[in-house]
């Protein structure tokens, strides 16, 4: 499975970005699909995902401000991000999750940099 990952940059405190991950090959196995990401210095951590049921999981209060979306026929996942924030800078990874939970494959990393 590839992915590729887009909708990174540069944003204010207090604006929106959505991400957007489409995933491409044996796309059979994806079984769910999450945002992760890793700020300078720090370890990487889950922010959302949603399975294919339609179950969704986010990190702590991020729910109140992302949303997670994913077009099942296409592949793709979206994360829309609103009223961010300087501590939400980080490089955002899109992975897909196989039958057996773990996250298998990884994207290349979006760039998001929020400015106060």
């Known amino acids: 499975v590839q992915l590729q990952a887009s909708g990174g940059g540069l944003v204010q405190a207090g604006g929106s970005l959505n991400l957007t991950c489409t995933a491409s090959?044996?796309?059979?196995?994806?079984?769910?699909m999450g945002w992760h990401r890793q700020a300078p210095g720090q370890e990487r951590e889950l922010v959302a995902a949603?399975?294919?049921?339609?179950?969704?999981y986010y990190r702590g209060s991020l729910k109140r401000r992302f949303t997670i979306f994913r077009d099942i026929a296409k592949h793709t996942a979206y994360l829309q991000m609103n009223n961010v924030r300087p501590e939400d800078t980080a490089v955002y990874y899109c992975?897909?999750?196989?039958?057996?939970?773990?996250?298998?494959?990884w994207g290349q990393g979006t760039l998001v940099t929020v400015s106060s």
């Open positions: 090959g044996s796309t059979q196995i994806i079984k769910g």
């Open positions: 949603m399975h294919n049921s339609g179950d969704t």
């Open positions: 992975a897909v999750q196989n039958m057996y939970g773990y996250y298998e494959y």
